[in-house]
């Protein structure tokens, strides 16, 4: 878990950067938020030995302020970490026993009702030093969305949202954890060196989405988004990297992770240009965490050492 939150320390220098004091405020709430209320629930509602020195509430808080605004108010982040915390993960046993991901069990129930507060996007730089009244924008991918909808060709939106080499640092308004593409890549890096994750679910994730939007662009470049911008844009590298390949939530077996990954990706490219929402990352990671369970009873990793029962003769 520590070693997760060494991975992460790219993404969060680089809002702290773009976001400023926003950043800082909502990543320090979230974490003593989520750390507060697993001890609390573990000491006087489980009635058993606290576990908040295993780095687990820690992950959650800075993946749960990695998923919110950073002009959110105090209030709602409590609220958020302790959906996470208390709805997500103890409720089903604690650590290793959670069959979705606190982090985006606390973002998704903040999305549906308090959906004004958690579509408030401050922007880059021009809120460094404001947190509740920071100068919020659209994001790229509500921008995209909004205009393809209109009738706009893609090539005329896309010259109103940053560069692809703008969106890969980071120059975008978005989710305090989301932005910076290069950050998160940096941390995808050190946890595949480090072993602390596999290349399956993060390359599933992505490489299901250039393949879908890359045939939705071929067929149509005019209606559809290039798998460029869906790639950068939006919670995409974070919810691969970071979100699905949650341990407990996500499956054992190597072909379970492919199928789990392209599951993500698929069911993330039909929220983003047929559903309501611009982004469906979170979504999709949530309902693939539901059929884990079936993946890994029919996707079972090879044991070793069984023995097997002798013939008769």
């Known amino acids: 878990m520590y070693g997760v939150v060494i991975a992460m320390i790219p993404a969060l220098a ?85 069959p979705f991901n606190p982090a985006l069990v606390g973002r998704v129930f903040l999305l549906i009702s308090y959906p004004v507060q958690m579509t408030s996007w401050p922007k880059p730089i021009d809120s460094r030093f404001s947190y509740l009244d920071a100068e919020t924008g659209a994001t790229p991918l509500s921008i995209m969305k909004e205009g393809l909808i209109t009738g706009k060709p893609f090539s005329e939106v896309l010259a109103e949202v940053p560069s ?19 950050a998160l890549v940096i941390g995808l890096i050190y946890m595949l060196v480090k072993k602390i994750i596999t290349w399956h679910i993060p390359v599933a994730v992505v490489g299901s989405v250039l393949v879908f939007t890359g045939i939705l662009h071929l067929a149509d470049s005019d209606a559809y988004a290039s798998p460029m911008f869906h790639m950068l844009t939006g919670g995409l590298l974070l ?22 990954g392209v599951g993500i990706g698929v069911i993330t490219v039909l929220i983003r240009v047929w559903g309501a929402y611009p982004e469906g990352i979170s979504f999709a990671i949530l309902i693939m965490n539901a059929f884990v369970p079936l993946i890994d009873k029919y996707m079972k990793p090879k044991h070793f050492g069984e023995k097997v029962a002798a013939k008769k003769a």
């Open 164 to 182: 692809y080499l703008e969106l890969f640092l980071g120059v975008m308004g978005g989710s305090a954890g989301e932005i910076a593409g290069v």
């Open 239 to 260: 919810g691969a990297i970071f979100m699905a390949t949650d341990y407990s939530s996500s499956p054992m077996a190597t072909g379970g992770m492919i199928l789990y």
């Open 14 to 98: 680089a809002s702290v950067w773009f976001f400023g004091i926003g950043a800082l405020v909502v990543t320090l709430t979230s974490v003593l938020a989520c750390v507060l209320f697993e001890h609390l629930i573990q000491r006087f509602i489980l009635k058993k030995p606290t576990t908040i020195t295993d780095g687990s509430a820690i992950v959650t808080g800075i993946l749960l302020a990695f998923n919110l605004p950073t002009n959110i108010p105090l209030a709602l982040i409590i609220i958020g970490a302790a959906v996470a915390i208390g709805m997500g993960k103890m409720s089903f046993g604690g650590l290793g026993q959670n």
